[in-house]
């Protein structure tokens, strides 16, 4: 007979042997499991395993989540958080006809988000203007090495910023800059000088400290023949105080035969940046002919303490014709626009696609697409809004635009007869007009990046961050194609417009160089850093 070994287990019941085995066997194989150095690095490496994996799938599924996200309106009014864009770079991601933010941070808001007002402009408690001269960089009793002459080339806008850098350059050489003459043979073919624009007298003793200003060349200097020269573009200081400076050394008298863009927006000494700012915003002051009608179209503009839009509506036929954008425009103005392109010499570019243009951004926006995006922004239509610009071209001219918003205004309609005489004619100076009440207005927007926007929008921002809406045209193309194709609803393209403008409203942002000099952010456009400065 077979003895049957057995244990007596600890609440006095009897186990088989085998099943006492079984126990014990089990036991030491989990302190073999958790003893240091033999098995603890895979269970570590599986359990982190197991924790990626989970992490994933619960980040799958929140981004299907989100992708499915259909937000209306009032969704959008209870959200938590908000996106808010780049400031800068404003970069989207496109994926077919969708439109996606890259670049983000998410800022925590009130339960209930609520918007800013359209016209709240942008904080700027913590920044001041910063261009005053030290006493190192007033000028001397030293000599002159030669004199500068100007020829300025452009419209208005143009010429200004060009003889602002004429100014920071006459500096870097320690030359004498002769009054300006401006250009009369552009597209405006105005006969307007120097003198009929701006205080001559004013900008002469406002400089006195930087530069010398003389009216013409002294006698000494009338018979000598001048040295033709057009600077290099985007030119550093060491350009203009080495080559340029042993030019005027030998030749005594440089005309300048160009001023447009020829001093770089980056990389100068900060004593030349201040000393472009004062000459911009400081010394190139319009004459009193000028401000006072300017003064009074603002006046009648606020007489009844409502805020008004300046609207640069840069749907002109030179400009049209140039960038070869004829959107919404019939065949023969299409033809038209075409035949000026090809006389006129210097207009490099004599074959564009303009659909294509258009949807890269850079056409201006047309009568209908400012109307529509002013609505998507949010402006009523009892908006008062001042045209910045000459004549608006199509049969249509504004009637896109006025039909949305009645209360649309201009200097030939603001002004009397009267008032307007002395303007006929002189485009350059009812463009300075225009900048003025630009300057002044509540909100400031631009359908293209031309050299008004660009100097308007400086200038705002030097007075303290004026609001002004920059329009992102690229992808604000794509939604309004979108929404006339009926792909998306009035609803969701306002939503998106507003979302992807949240940011581009002139706060303080800092100019950063760019990687091509040329399509850099323009100095003017944005003269922080260099004469705006943090408290």
Known sequence: MTRRRVIESIDGNVLPMRNAMLFRRKGQFWLDILRPGRYMCVLMFWGLMTLLFMTLLAKFALLNTLHDLNLDRS????????????????????????IIISEYKETPLPLKLTLPDIWTKPNADLYYKCVQRSSKDIISGEPTNGYILVHSNGGLNQMKIGISDM????????????????????????????????????????LEEDISVVDHLPPAYASIKPLQRAPVSYSKASYYSNQMSSLMKKHKVINFTHTDSRLANNGLPNPIQRLRCRAMYEALKFTDEILELADKLITRLRDDDKPFIALHLRYEKDMLAFTGCSHNLSKAEDEELRQLRRSVRHWKEKHINGEERRRQGVCPMTPREVAVFLEAIGFPSDTKIYIVAGNIYGQDGVKALQDKYPNIYTHSNLATEDELSPFNNRQNKLAAVDYTVALESD???????????????????YEGFRKTIIPDKKNFVKLIDRMDKGLISWEEFSMKVKILHANRTGGAVLRKPGKVVKSEESFYANPYPGCICEK
Do not use: C
């Open 443 to 461: 909100v400031f927007v631009f359908t293209y990046d031309g050299n008004m926007a660009k100097a308007v929008q400086g200038h705002r921002k």
């Open 75 to 98: 969704e959008f009014i209870t959200a938590s958080k908000s996106v808010e864009i780049s400031i800068r770079t404003n970069k989207l991601i496109t994926e077919g006809d969708n």
């Open 167 to 206: 100014v920071a350059i006459a500096k870097v050489m320690n030359a004498t800059l002769v009054l300006p003459s401006l250009d009369h043979n552009s597209f405006w073919t105005d006969p307007s000088d120097f003198k009929d624009i701006f205080d001559w007298k004013h900008f002469v003793e406002y």
